[in-house]
């Protein structure tokens, strides 16, 4: 059991570029979520799932894609990267309801 | 709109001394609440949840949280550190059905020997 899988795990990137994150999780939950980290900032929201096809927007959702084909997986994609862009990412998962949200170990990206 | 405050940017406390951080936050609803930690370049661990009954929550690593309603908070508490504690606390509250959080800023815990 795996957990939340992200890949990957560091990540550079030059202003302009676009990229997927990766996220994969083998305990059949039903939501998912990315998270961004900043300094100072805590975690922000930026693209949820409650279930494969079904996607809304969080609280920073500008410059990311996500789609939701399977249950498993949850991609992140940063269309046209930008140094603000430059962040650590989380992908989080659970069956709902009130359930533990779990977190993946984080992607560090930097765009320059 | 739901917010979390966390105070303190950063604490420091010597190994075997109490610990309390603070959490205020901001829902209309009855709240969700949890507090995670992170170590330097790790994920977040899930400490503690508190979503009804009892007030005063347990949790693992021997921490706990209180739940004041009236005082819209949810502190951490610890009564002896360890320096294995040294670490990152955030502070969160769950909305829609506990599915998305809204974390706080953070809190930096550093232990003195």
């Known amino acids: 059991n795996a957990g939340v899988t992200q890949t990957p795990k560091f990540q550079v990137l030059k202003t302009g570029q676009s990229m997927t994150l990766q996220c994969a999780q083998d305990?059949?939950?039903?939501?998912m979520s990315w998270y961004r980290q900043d300094p100072g900032m805590g975690l922000r929201l930026i693209h949820y799932?409650?279930?494969?096809?079904?996607?809304d927007q969080g609280e920073v959702p500008n410059g990311y894609n996500v789609s939701r084909s399977t249950t498993e997986d949850f991609p992140l994609r940063l269309l046209s990267a930008a140094p603000s862009q430059t962040s650590v990412y989380f992908c989080?998962?659970?069956f709902g309801g009130g359930n533990t949200i779990y977190f993946g170990e984080g992607s560090w990206l930097t765009v320059v | 709109a739901q917010s979390v405050t966390q105070p303190d940017i950063h604490i420091t406390v010597s190994e075997g001394a109490s610990l309390e951080l603070r959490c205020n936050y901001s829902?209309?609803?009855?709240?969700?609440l949890f507090w995670y930690v992170q170590s330097p370049g790790q994920g977040l661990q899930l400490l503690l949840k508190?979503?009804?009954?009892?007030?005063l929550v347990q949790g693992i690593k021997g921490f706990e949280a209180e739940f004041k309603r009236s005082q819209s908070s949810f502190n951490l508490r610890k009564p002896s550190v360890h320096w294995s504690d040294a670490a990152e606390y955030f502070c969160?509250?769950?909305?829609?059905?506990?599915?998305?959080?809204?974390f706080g800023q953070g809190t930096r815990l550093t232990i003195n020997p």
């Open positions: 305990m059949n939950h039903e939501y």
């Open positions: 969160a509250v769950g909305v829609q059905g506990a599915q998305k959080l809204v």
């Open positions: 799932s409650v279930g494969a096809g079904i996607t």
């Open positions: 508190y979503f009804s009954g009892d007030t």
């Open positions: 829902y209309g609803a009855t709240p969700y």
């Open positions: 989080a998962s659970s």
